[in-house]
Antibody, heavy 121, light 107 residues
Framework: EVQLVESGGGLVQPGRSLRLSCAAS????????MNWVRQAPGKGLEWVSSISWNSGALGYADSAKGRFIISRDNAKNSLYLQMNSLRPEDTALYYCAKDVGATTPWYFDLWGRGTLVTVSS | LVLTQSPGTLSLSPGERATLSCRASQSVASNYLAWYQHKPGQAPRLLIY???TRATGIPDRFSGSGSGTDFTLTISSLAPEDFVVYYC?????????FGQGTKLEIK
């Protein structure tokens, strides 16, 4: 089955770290760029970060620069997001999304159901 | 590049025609605009890309149009399962951005 399954979310205190994972199946993972997109409570979608097929090109939203690190392991068909120095405004449902291309973020033809991150003391 | 979707909420009845707007603060390069459908608790679903091309498996009651700064998603005859939230996304200008969404509700 073609799917993306996120994990790793939870409740974390401000300033702490969290690592999200996304397990891909049913398609050739290392042919495509991958992305993280989030949705804060009551808000719309916000692109967070992207990574090209070979990890050669990384992209971050301004809100993530310097704090979040995207990575992938093609041997394990997995995508990751290391989130450091977390803030309450990072509270959101985080989605893993498959790009239609291999490099620059395009549009996304497969999404997971998301993993919830709550940043609160 | 900011995308503004209107209206925020659209109240219609099943069988009616829905017209959703997405306006860009500057021209979207190559009309690289996509539309997604998002049901609560589920993964978002790609409907349209390149402004007017339907994604695989999308019913033909969904259509996209527009160019430059003004884009439209039209649902020709609303089915009960269409009453959810719709987002536009531009990917022609870096960084790619999403609109804030239009919620389609049953009147």
């Amino acid at each position: 089955e073609v799917q993306l399954v996120e994990s790793g979310g939870g409740l974390v205190q401000p300033g702490r770290s969290l690592r999200l994972s996304c397990a891909a199946s049913g398609f050739t993972f290392d042919n495509y760029a991958m992305n993280w997109v989030r949705q804060a409570p009551g808000k719309g979608l916000e692109w967070v970060s992207s990574i090209s097929w070979n990890s050669g090109a990384l992209g971050y939203a301004d809100s993530a620069k310097g704090r979040f690190i995207i990575s992938r392991d093609n041997a394990k068909n997995s995508l990751y997001l290391q989130m450091n120095s977390l803030r309450p405004e990072d509270t959101a449902l985080y989605y893993c999304a498959k790009d239609v291309g291999a490099t620059t973020p395009w549009y996304f033809d497969l999404w997971g159901r998301g993993t919830l991150v709550t940043v609160s003391s | 590049l900011v995308l503004t979707q209107s209206p925020g909420t659209l109240s219609l009845s099943p069988g009616e025609r829905a017209t959703l707007s997405c306006r860009a603060s500057q021209s979207v390069a190559s009309n690289y605009l996509a539309w997604y459908q998002h049901k609560p608790g589920q993964a978002p679903r790609l409907l349209i890309y390149a402004a007017s091309t339907r994604a695989t498996g999308i019913p033909d009651r969904f259509s996209g149009s527009g160019s430059g700064t003004d884009f439209t998603l039209t649902i020709s005859s609303l089915a009960p399962e269409d009453f959810v939230v719709y987002y536009c996304q531009q990917y022609g200008n870096s960084p790619q951005t999403f609109g804030q969404g239009t919620k389609l509700e049953i009147k």
